[in-house]
């Protein structure tokens, strides 16, 4: 009797496992296929681009915001080795809310602190509703050369 109460607790323990680890893999599925199918941004372009002393980039451009969620500052910017580097905006709107729209809006400028001589992949992170926030790869910039990349990608 003792050993048919403990294989009825583990299976219960075994079942009470696999629905959360099913509940975990459907919700990462489910952010997963939003940021793939559903970007908050998109159409990122920069317009014009310039090394700032020594050592920093500044960027300026045009983006496209398909939905109507929260931004999470700062925009964050990667290198091809995965060296994280700060980016300040000197934008009036800095760290504001756009709203969604038709048509596309001027971003800049960024300030790429560290950033010359690098190539930087742009990133965004937003709020659309409460579970997780949504990240955004907006494009990249080679800045290895004064002309390696007027425009972004």
Not at 28 to 54: D, R, S
Not at 83 to 107: D, I, K, L, M
Not at 121 to 134: G, K, L, N, T
Request: aromatic share 12%; glycine share 10%.
């Amino acid at each position: 009797m003792f050993k048919t109460r403990v294989v009825v607790v583990e299976l219960w323990l075994l079942k009470g496992i696999a629905l959360c680890l099913g509940v975990i893999a459907s919700i990462n599925a489910v952010k997963f296929l939003e940021q793939t199918f559903f970007p908050v941004l998109n159409e990122w372009h920069i317009e014009h681009w310039q090394y700032e002393g020594a050592n920093d980039v500044v960027v300026r451009g045009t983006m496209y915001k398909n939905r109507q969620c929260d931004y999470i500052p700062p925009i964050r910017a990667v290198d091809q080795n995965g060296v994280h580097y700060r980016v300040e905006s000197r934008s009036p709107t800095s760290g504001q809310n756009w709203s969604s729209a038709n048509e596309s809006r001027t971003f800049g400028p960024w300030v790429v602190i560290g950033g010359a001589g690098m190539k930087l992949q742009f990133y965004a992170e937003h709020q659309c509703w409460a579970p997780w926030s949504v990240f955004s790869i907006l494009g990249t910039l080679d800045t290895s050369t004064p002309t390696g990349g007027k425009r972004g990608n």
